[in-house]
């Protein structure tokens, strides 16, 4: 990936330039940013051609930094943020200004200039529902609770802050806590000689706390969502219609039935387990 600049300075006249994009020997992606190789060719070049079209204090954010930190697929539209500038926006980006962004949200990862992890969550909070992409955080350790309060109290006015801080408000309120939730889990699952399960892994682009693989029966722990939160309830309905879809069982136990009630939970796992292997 190359941009204008560096071309005039290896001697290389507009002239030519335009002509070797003519003859196919180079690929325009974004105004004065080329390719050696065809964008879908080369991996994150539509990430690389925006960087180098936006220049100096632009950082990969919100959907985009979530993708490059491994927490989400990447993005139809490159998402970036500048710093104190501005930039005339393009097809296939969405630019974000900010007039100032603290050292400590910003990271460099695969190469890349990006918001942290942290300041990722917060901005994506800002434009949808982030429990997936704060269970993966955690589930990668890129993330701990302590570090998403002090990057909301360093930008404390930003959109995502509100849902993000309700988000963490409410775990709390309900005892919920995934990792806790696994170690239960895995206790019950050998108390009841239950075969292992997969903890925390992807299906259908999706983590699951729980998944069987043999059996192809997945569990899920539901925590705060189910005290009024409608959107987390309409998205995990559509979760479990996508993974019965793909021929799962899919199993929802709650936060007290998991904490009280285990034996409950481990009937329904063997009951689950039972039907398929009849079937």
Same mark, same amino acid.
């Given at each position: 990936?190359?941009?204008?600049?560096?071309?005039?300075?290896? $001697? &290389?006249?507009?002239?030519?330039?335009?002509?070797?994009?003519?003859?196919?020997?180079?690929?325009?992606?974004?105004?004065?940013?080329?390719?050696?190789?065809?964008?879908?060719?080369?991996?994150?070049?539509?990430?690389?051609?925006?960087?180098?079209?936006?220049?100096?204090?632009?950082?990969?954010?919100?959907?985009?930094?979530?993708?490059?930190?491994?927490?989400?697929?990447?993005?139809?539209?490159?998402?970036?943020?500048? &710093?104190?500038?501005?930039?005339? $926006?393009?097809?296939?980006?969405?630019?974000?200004?900010?007039?100032?962004?603290?050292?400590?949200?910003?990271?460099?990862?695969?190469?890349?200039?990006?918001?942290?992890?942290?300041?990722?969550?917060?901005?994506?909070?800002?434009?949808?529902?982030?429990?997936?992409?704060?269970?993966?955080?955690?589930?990668?350790?890129?993330?701990?609770?302590?570090?998403?309060?002090?990057?909301?109290?360093?930008?404390?006015?930003?959109?995502?802050?509100?849902?993000?801080?309700?988000?963490?408000?409410?775990?709390?309120?309900?005892?919920?806590?995934?990792?806790?939730?696994?170690?239960?889990?895995?206790?019950?699952?050998?108390?009841?000689?239950?075969?292992?399960?997969?903890?925390?892994?992807?299906?259908?682009?999706?983590?699951?706390?729980?998944?069987?693989?043999?059996?192809?029966?997945?569990?899920?722990?539901?925590?705060?969502?189910?005290?009024?939160?409608?959107?987390?309830?309409?998205?995990?309905? $559509?979760?479990?219609?996508?993974?019965? $879809?793909?021929?799962?069982?899919?199993?929802?136990?709650?936060?007290?039935?998991?904490?009280?009630?285990?034996?409950?939970?481990?009937?329904? &796992?063997?009951?689950?387990?039972?039907?398929?292997?009849?079937?």
């Amino acid at each position: 990936m190359v941009h204008l600049s560096q071309m005039r300075a290896l $001697g &290389i006249s507009r002239g030519s330039y335009e002509h070797r994009i003519e003859a196919g020997a180079l690929h325009r992606v974004l105004p004065s940013v080329v390719s050696l190789l065809h964008p879908v060719l080369e991996p994150w070049a539509v990430e690389t051609a925006a960087l180098l079209y936006a220049g100096e204090d632009a950082v990969l954010s919100h959907e985009s930094a979530a993708a490059v930190w491994g927490l989400a697929a990447t993005p139809p539209l490159v998402a970036m943020t500048m &710093i104190g500038r501005h930039a005339r $926006g393009q097809p296939g980006l969405r630019i974000h200004e900010v007039r100032a962004l603290d050292i400590r949200d910003v990271a460099i990862h695969q190469g890349f200039p990006v918001t942290s992890p942290a300041r990722t969550l917060i901005d994506c909070a800002g434009r949808g529902d982030v429990d997936d992409l704060l269970n993966e955080a955690r589930a990668q350790k890129l993330v701990t609770d302590g570090a998403l309060h002090a990057a909301m109290a360093r930008c404390p006015g930003r959109r995502g802050t509100g849902p993000l801080r309700a988000l963490l408000e409410a775990e709390r309120e309900t005892g919920y806590d995934r990792s806790q939730a696994e170690r239960l889990l895995r206790r019950l699952i050998k108390a009841a000689d239950l075969e292992p399960a997969l903890h925390n892994v992807r299906i259908e682009g999706k983590q699951v706390d729980a998944v069987w693989p043999r059996y192809k029966v997945v569990l899920e722990v539901d925590g705060y969502q189910w005290h009024g939160h409608r959107q987390a309830f309409e998205r995990d309905r $559509g979760r479990d219609q996508k993974l019965i $879809g793909a021929g799962y069982i899919v199993i929802r136990v709650t936060w007290r039935q998991l904490t009280e009630r285990p034996m409950v939970v481990a009937v329904s &796992i063997a009951k689950a387990m039972a039907r398929r292997s009849v079937a």
